[in-house]
């Protein structure tokens, strides 16, 4: 019954609070969890964001990712900090419909088959690439190669996902046999 009323529940987000938002299927929301894109946010099926959670800036998002409690995708550029005169908390801010600083085409691209950790940071205008792995409490302020795994603050390659290459290869042929009919478009 309670995971009936859990599905319920993100139905129902998806379906009021979240319409402006393309959202695949099987999508889950943990409590708590705040969406909001300037222009576009674009989620794959199976996605699951962990409670307490936020995207606050533009993003598409593959499938079968996970974002673990408390992460958070940010904007790099929310506050026009160089506003002449003006103290940053008054400054022009990104939710502002004639916002035209640094920052309005920046998004967070997270592609298939991805895991962030548990209070871990995306800066927009970052590509975390396929099958990778961001650890708990990580800044990723730079682009992330497919099947790694990074961790730290700036978050730096630590190791791969797989021990070897054909580990990885093995892995690449079954998610495609198996989840080839979930393409996103627009990765």
């Known amino acids: 019954m309670f995971d009936l009323l859990k599905k ?14 393309q959202i695949g299927r099987n999508f889950h929301s943990g409590r708590y ?3 909001w894109a300037k222009s576009q946010l674009v989620v794959g099926d199976n996605f699951y964001i962990g409670k307490f959670s936020q ?3 533009d993003a598409i998002i593959g499938h079968n990712v996970i974002l673990a409690n408390r992460v958070a995708l940010i904007g790099k550029y929310d506050h026009n900090y ?4 003006i103290p940053t908390r008054l400054a022009s801010r990104i939710r502002q419909p004639d916002y035209f600083w640094k920052g309005l085409h920046l998004k967070v691209v997270i592609e298939d088959d991805v895991w962030v950790g548990y209070g871990a ?6 590509r975390i690439g396929k099958g990778s792995i961001i650890a708990s409490g990580s800044v990723v302020t730079k682009d992330v190669e497919p099947y790694s795994i990074y961790g730290g603050v700036p978050a730096k390659k630590i190791g791969n996902r797989f021990a070897n290459d ?4 093995e892995h690449i042929r079954l998610y495609k046999l198996n989840f080839s009919e979930n393409k996103l478009p627009l990765i």
């Open 33 to 35: 969890v705040i969406l």
């Open 82 to 85: 160089q506003q002449i005169g």
């Open 121 to 126: 940071i995306i800066i927009s205008g970052v």
């Open 8 to 21: 319920l529940r993100c139905i129902l987000l998806v379906k009021t609070i979240w319409r402006k938002y």
């Open 55 to 57: 995207i606050e800036c």
């Open 166 to 169: 054909a580990d990885l290869h």
